[in-house]
């Protein structure tokens, strides 16, 4: 059995485009829900304005990739604004509604609507080219975990930004300004009581993750050279938030220890169980195919071991959670 | 329960005030001391509702909170109906009445957490109509909860640096930027730790706010409400749920906001805290404000005595045996009603 390179997929994946994709998601989570307790129950629906603006900017018009990532922050923010405005006035369940809705009407609009511009289930491609031509690396392939030289320079990237985000989380969640997110989540009426605009702290707190968000769209535009409505369901957001969890809300490096141990614990396990299913003993009770699900089960049960045992996560804070309790 | 008696002993308020006050004296700590000449201005203030009419609506001399026919329905029921009131600045002024009266309402409209159907009012001179209730708070009249509302994940201090106004590192831009806003946080700090002393949690400092215990909360809130430099402080039932030693030390506390020039007005169901401290005290019933006067007259008003024991309390008490028997009975026909509903 070839555990090594089960290891060496692990962590490819741990630490692939599509990992760092998650990792923003769950970032911009993190500042809405960890951080200011809004439940935005469609990241996705961020991370597609992201991927799609951007990428049909670039296919369809020949815009320079920098303009078409600033159009397509600046559609982020107004997706933001118009998800926000009438929601965060009311109770927080409101704005769990209106996203999991917004959700699901961009993925169906982005795939079925506006061919020339989305091109149905095909989905956007050929947008790379700009942002490729700045790769410095050499051209030798799959010298590091496998990864070819295009996806390299996009994990790269990815990464830079997962830091210097990061950075900008921690440096924003220990001043004032955290502390008045974190003073809304828990009583936005002792907040009002105080002088603090709740709804305008609300609302900076949905903008900025949803476009920490759309930057995680746009890597994992790159990474995957195409965007298609499909990848931005309603699992999407679930798993980024999953992540969440995992790593432990609240805390700056939370998502991001979550968004890879997720990844690679998946990986791990899918090779892992479908070697084994080429056993003959082992392939009378799972062949190759059942592999794949058990592999979702063994997941779910590790997840629901961690609730029982560490419900804060892997970087929480065991009081905090205690504190709820009463 | 004291409510239930204080009509009764009205007269006997004197030594249970000069008790009361002395054990605030001892437990309060000290105070930096107002000037002098603030002192005698405050002392003004009070003398001046002397000279009051001791009536529902009467103008006062220098009043702080101007109330102009508020009313709020909530369907068919109207919560509060308040044609005229004004509150005294410079002195504690108690917002009682019997349950249901529509103190808490009026209290949420006031401070912005509720608008009202109709009416006006205004606070320190400016209308504050249809002011959102953070910018309420930030003229000058914060209020706290019936049930406290402390930040539970947050330490006690982070709690009582959230009190502060104006703080330049809560806009989002200059908050990536310490440089920005690190003295005045020092200088934010410094102010909480004095508060802190002064209401004895400064042990607790490093404690999630949401393990201190409900009296510790009550002084953490009140404290809270001093960081953000009120001219009004309005306390919703500040006493409930306190233990009697910590009532004492409460009481010192509200009694040294006044001292300090700042204006008190609260919502209390503890007549003995009435009485005690507020320099007048203002009645509500079925949300209209029904009488007002000094502690004194007004809990022999009769007017007040009606409100709290109903218009009949002293009719003859066989013919009140008479009635309870008659709804008794009716009660017990119905409870046998419901139970031969069949499941």
Redesign the interface.
């Known amino acids: 059995m070839d555990i090594i390179g089960a290891l060496t997929g692990a962590l490819h994946d741990g630490f692939g485009y599509l990992a760092v994709s998650f990792c923003l998601a769950a970032i911009g989570l993190n500042i809405q829900f960890g951080y200011a307790g809004l439940v935005n129950f469609g990241q996705a629906a961020f991370l597609s304005v992201g991927g799609y603006v951007m990428g049909a900017a670039i296919a369809t018009s020949g815009v320079p990739t920098v303009l078409a990532i600033l159009l397509a922050i600046a559609f982020t923010v107004a997706l933001a604004l118009i998800l926000g405005i009438p929601t965060l006035r009311l109770r927080a369940d409101y704005l769990a509604i209106v996203t999991i809705a917004a959700a699901e009407i961009l993925r169906l609009v982005f795939g079925t609507s506006f061919r020339t511009y989305f091109h149905g289930k095909d989905g956007v491609t050929g947008f790379t080219a700009g942002f490729r031509s700045l790769n410095p690396l050499p051209n030798y392939d799959g010298f590091f975990l496998t990864y070819s030289r295009e996806e390299l320079w996009t994990v790269m990237v990815g990464w830079g930004l997962v830091i210097m985000i990061s950075l900008l989380t921690w440096a924003l969640m220990r001043s004032p300004w955290g502390r008045v997110l974190r003073g809304i989540r828990e009583d936005e009426d002792a907040m009002r009581s105080l002088g603090k605009n709740v709804y305008g702290y609300k609302i900076q707190a949905l903008i900025l993750g949803g476009v920490v968000g759309c930057v995680g769209g746009f890597v994992g535009a790159f990474g995957a050279a195409s965007v298609q409505a499909d990848t931005f369901n309603l699992d999407f957001t679930f798993i980024a938030l999953t992540m969440l969890i995992l790593g432990g809300a609240a805390r700056v490096l939370g998502p991001v220890v979550g968004a890879v141990m997720f990844w690679a614990i998946l990986s791990f396990l899918g090779s892992v169980l479908t070697q084994l299913a080429s056993y003959p003993v082992v392939a009378q009770f799972m062949n190759a195919d059942q592999a794949s699900t058990i592999r979702l089960m063994l997941v779910g049960l590790v997840l629901m071991l961690l609730m029982i045992y560490r419900p804060q996560g892997i970087f929480g804070d065991r009081r905090e959670i205690a504190l709820d309790a009463h | 329960m004291p409510t239930d008696n204080f009509p009764n002993d009205h007269l006997s308020s004197g030594a249970a005030r000069k008790d009361v006050s002395a054990a605030g004296d001892t437990s309060q700590p000290r105070v930096p001391d107002p000037g002098a000449g603030e002192n005698k201005s405050m002392h003004e203030c009070r003398t001046a509702l002397q000279l009051v009419p001791h009536e529902a609506g009467a103008a006062k001399p220098d009043p702080i909170v101007v109330v102009n026919g508020i009313r709020r329905t909530f369907g068919g029921l109207t919560a509060v109906d308040v044609e005229h009131l004004e509150i005294q600045r410079g002195v504690i002024t108690a917002l009682i009445g019997p349950n249901g009266a529509g103190k808490t309402t009026f209290f949420n409209l006031l ?3 509720d608008q009202p159907d109709a009416g006006s009012w205004s606070f320190d001179g400016a209308p504050l109509k249809g002011k ?4 309420v ?2 003229l000058g009249m ?4 019936q049930l406290t ?6 330490t006690v201090l ?1 709690n009582m ?3 502060a ?1 104006g ?6 831009w ?3 930027l ?1 440089a920005l ?1 690190r003295a005045q ?1 020092r200088d934010i700090t410094d102010r909480a730790r004095d508060l802190l002393k002064r209401f004895k949690l400064d042990a607790k400092e490093a404690d ?1 706010a ?2 201190l215990s409900g009296g510790q909360r009550k002084l953490l809130e009140m404290a ?2 001093l ?2 430099e009120p001219k009004l402080v309005m306390l919703d039932e500040p006493m409930a749920g306190v233990n009697p030693a910590l009532k004492q030390s409460l009481l010192g506390h509200v009694k040294s906001l006044r001292d300090q020039g700042m204006s008190v007005l609260f919502v209390e169901h503890d007549m003995d805290m009435v009485r005690e401290i507020s320099d007048w005290v203002v009645v509500m019933a079925q949300g209209k404000v029904i009488a007002e006067g000094p502690p004194t007259s007004i809990m022999s008003d009769e007017r007040v005595i009606d409100a709290y024991l109903g218009a009949r309390h002293d009719t003859d008490i066989s013919e009140l045996e008479r009635v309870i028997q008659v709804e008794h009975t009716h009660d017990h026909a119905e409870q046998r009603a419901d139970r031969e509903v069949p499941r």
């Open positions: 401070t912005g957490f959102a209730a953070y910018k708070a930030r914060v209020r706290t909860f509302r402390v930040l539970s994940k947050l982070e640096r959230m009190g106004t703080q330049r590192g809560e806009r989002l200059a908050a990536a310490p806003w946080e999630f949401g393990s809270r409400a960081m953000v």
